[in-house]
C-alpha cells in the first residue's frame, strides 16, 4: 500500500530564510506526488506536482520540490520565505489503480519576522 | 467558475441527529471526493465517485452514505451522528483520477455535542 510520511508537523522559519518541508513516500511503483496548501479557515489548492516528466518541479509562489526515486523522497523548498507563506502544507501520493489521493499528516509553517 | 462549493458551512448537531452535506462542482468533473480533516491526521477519503451514479467506498466510510444522482452533485449523509464524526469535511474534484487536480471545496466544520 502506498503511504506519505512528513517530517516534521510544525516548521519555523525567519522571514527571508530557507523553506525545507519534507515528505518521504512509499510506492512500489513511479508515484504521481503532490503538494498542497491550505491558508487558515480555506481549503486546500495545488502547488505542484511530479508525474514523472522532470524531476524538479516548479510551482505557484516560488515553491518547487524535487523528485528523488532513490531517497523516495519528494522535498518543498522555497528560497526565500516570506510572511504569507504561513500556513499547513500537505504531501500526497496518487494511487495509481484508483487514482485516490493519499495525505500525508500535514506540516504547519510559521514565519516569523 | 465558482469551482467546488459547500454547503452548510458550519453545523452543529445533537448526538443521533441525521443531515445531509452537499458539494457542487461546475467544472465537469467526473470524480468527487469528500475527505474529512482532523488534526494531526491530515486528510481521510471518506467516499469517493468515478461518475454520475456510481460511488466507492474510501479509507473511513462507516457512519456516512453519499449519492451521486447528478454529475455536478455529490451528497454526504450522516445517518446517526456521534461525537467522533466532530470534523471539518472537504469536497474535491477532479477531471480524472491519477496525475489530475483535484480542486478543493471550502470546507464544512461540523461539531456533534
Known amino acids: 500500500a502506498q503511504s506519505v510520511t512528513q517530517l516534521g508537523s510544525h516548521v519555523s522559519v525567519s522571514e527571508g530564510a530557507l523553506v525545507l518541508l519534507r515528505c518521504n513516500y512509499s510506492?512500489?511503483?513511479?508515484?504521481?506526488l503532490f503538494w498542497y496548501v491550505q491558508y487558515p479557515n480555506q481549503g486546500l489548492q495545488l502547488l505542484l506536482k511530479?508525474?514523472?516528466?522532470?524531476?524538479l518541479v516548479k510551482g505557484i509562489n516560488g515553491f518547487e520540490a524535487e523528485f528523488k526515486k532513490s531517497e523516495t523522497s519528494f522535498h518543498l523548498t522555497k528560497p526565500s520565505a516570506h510572511m504569507s507563506d504561513a500556513a499547513e502544507y500537505f504531501c500526497?501520493?496518487?494511487?495509481?489503480?484508483?487514482?485516490?489521493?493519499?495525505f500525508g499528516q500535514g506540516t504547519t509553517l510559521q514565519v516569523k519576522p | 467558475n465558482a469551482g467546488v462549493t459547500q454547503t452548510p458551512k458550519f453545523r452543529v448537531l445533537k448526538t443521533g441527529q441525521s443531515m445531509t452535506l452537499l458539494c457542487a462542482q461546475d467544472?465537469?468533473?467526473?470524480?468527487m471526493y469528500w475527505y474529512r480533516q482532523d488534526p494531526g491526521m491530515g486528510l481521510r477519503l471518506i467516499h469517493y465517485?468515478?461518475?454520475?451514479?456510481?460511488?466507492a467506498k474510501g479509507e473511513v466510510p462507516d457512519g456516512y452514505n453519499v449519492s451521486r444522482l447528478k454529475k455536478q452533485n455529490f451528497l454526504l449523509g450522516l445517518e446517526s451522528a456521534a461525537p467522533s464524526q466532530t470534523s471539518v469535511y472537504f469536497c474535491?474534484?477532479?477531471?480524472?483520477?491519477?496525475?489530475?487536480?483535484?480542486?478543493f471545496g471550502p470546507g464544512t466544520r461540523l461539531t456533534v455535542t
Open positions: 474535491a474534484s477532479s477531471y480524472s483520477g491519477l496525475s489530475y487536480e483535484q480542486y
Open positions: 510506492s512500489s511503483v513511479p508515484p504521481y
Open positions: 511530479y508525474t514523472s516528466a522532470a524531476t
Open positions: 500526497a501520493v496518487s494511487d495509481r489503480s484508483t487514482g485516490k489521493l493519499i
Open positions: 467544472m465537469n468533473h467526473e470524480y
Open positions: 465517485s468515478v461518475g454520475e451514479g456510481t460511488t
